[in-house]
């Protein structure tokens, strides 16, 4: 059943250009957000962002829907019940089989195996083609998952804009990757805390109150320096300005705002003390003016050296930070999350399908577009009461998977028939 859904999904998918990022075109993107005036999200981002996760765990979608639409009799209840148990069991064996194939594709290039392994005999292009198919095998889990792919617009804004929260800013050399790839789901507005919990002091920029930001429940990131390998991860609570702090090969910078700030605290705070103090000096101990002016200019020096410096430590420790605290899952351990979360998924939709069906009084073969259209409008209100969010809902591939499963059940029940009776 899985496979056939998931041989659809392919369909009509150019992977070959939707894989490898044209690092000159985000580039050329690149450029265009830096002429804006303060951009707030990605262009079109409405249209390019449409939220398909499902906001609720598997219990809770199951506990509502036995509520509202399976409590008219004990026996309903159960039988509802009794059918997602059923669906449980149907989609172990099909996904533990997507995981193995994609385990065994990923393999030979996971940088994380203890396994004696031969791969030091693949050539860097070798390797390089093994990712992509890889990558390849990922789209139709990862689109089953829910995740959504962000376009180059949104990394070209991520790589521009920098929120007024963030301390950290870094610099991306986008010549030293071979590509850059982003997927993300569960879209949110709201405040986001930071990393660290540093104390608020009297020259600090950051508001007491976080201000409401756009960020991720989930972000996904392939990408491959030069000579390198591919780097699988998986972040939590993302802000979508911070998407580049995520790649392996950046630089910690310090923004134009703090240095124009610190060099201006520090001339000022240099020059009070070279005309009070530098004067008298000059006067009492008659040193020429140019040697004290020479000593001056390298204590000034070596203090915003050490200013920088902190700063940058600073910013480096909150990157570390970051990576450390949200990362949820690296390498050949994602491809296990990503499966299970693509089941998940995959269940919740049926099981939605499955009881909205039961509201238009419907079965599961064969629908008409207004039917499917109907169902769609009726199940993105039900989660939008329910959430609050505006979740797109994939109404025809809940039904194509409903009717999968029963036509399997209904091949199995056959074959079981068969063999009492042999």
């Known amino acids: 059943m899985l496979h056939t859904a998931l041989g659809a999904l392919r369909t009509g998918i150019d992977i070959g250009h939707a894989l490898i990022r044209n690092m000159g075109s985000l580039s050329a993107k690149m450029a265009e957000y830096k002429k804006m005036w303060k951009p707030s999200k990605p262009k079109d981002w409405n249209v390019q962002y449409q939220e398909r996760y499902i906001p609720f765990s598997r219990c809770q979608l199951v506990e509502y829907l036995a509520q509202e639409f399976h409590s008219s009799s004990e026996l309903e209840k159960q039988t509802f019940l009794s059918f997602v148990k059923q669906l449980e069991g149907t989609l172990l ?4 089989a997507v995981l193995e194939e994609l385990q065994t594709l990923y393999d030979p290039i996971n940088p994380d195996c203890d396994a004696v392994l031969d791969s030091s005999s693949l050539t860097d292009r070798e ?8 990558l390849e095998q990922m789209q139709p889990v990862l689109d089953q998952a829910n995740f959504n792919v962000l376009s180059e617009d949104a990394l070209a804004y991520a790589l521009i804009v920098h929120h007024p929260q963030d301390g950290v800013q870094v ?12 997927w993300a789901l569960g879209q949110r507005l709201g405040p986001l805390t930071s990393q660290m919990n540093s104390k608020e002091s009297l020259f600090s920029r950051s508001p007491r109150t976080p201000p409401e930001r756009r960020f991720f429940k989930r972000v996904l990131l392939a990408a491959r320096p030069k000579n390198s390998h591919m780097v699988l991860k998986c972040f939590k609570d993302i802000p979508l300005e911070g998407l580049e702090q995520l790649l392996p ?12 700030l610190l060099n201006i605290m520090l001339l000022v705070s240099g020059g009070i003390v070279f005309v009070n103090v ?22 000034m020096t070596f203090r915003a050296w050490k200013v920088f410096s902190q700063r ?16 949820t899952s690296n390498n050949a351990e994602l491809l296990g999350a990503l499966t299970l979360r693509a089941q998940e998924e995959h269940a919740k939709e ?16 064969g629908h008409s577009t207004e039917t499917v259209l109907q169902m769609k409008k009726q199940v993105e209100s039900w989660l939008h009461e329910k959430s ?3 979740i797109t809902f994939s109404a025809d591939r809940a039904l194509e998977n409903l009717k999968n499963m029963s036509s399997k059940e209904e091949k199995d029940s056959k074959e079981q028939t068969i063999q009492m009776h042999n």
């Not at 610099?171 to 982003?182: F, S, T």
């Not at 530098?278 to 204590?299: C, E, H, N, Q, R």
């Open 93 to 96: 064996q099909p996904y533990h």
């Open 388 to 390: 609050g969010l505006e």
């Open 127 to 134: 390797k390089l083609s093994r990712e992509k198919q890889v």
């Open 350 to 365: 049926v099981i939605l399908a499955h009881s909205f069906l039961k509201r238009l009084n419907l079965t599961s073969n």
């Open 249 to 260: 090969v950046v630089k910690v910078r310090t923004s134009s705002f703090d240095r124009t």
């Open 312 to 327: 940058r430590r600073a910013h480096s420790l909150e990157l570390a930070h970051m990576l450390y605290y949200r990362s």
């Open 171 to 182: 610099h991306v050399n986008l010549d030293k990757y071979e590509y850059i790839r982003y």
């Open 278 to 299: 530098g004067m008298v000096v000059v006067t009492d101990l008659k040193i020429g003016t140019s040697l004290l002016f020479f000593l001056f200019a390298g204590f």
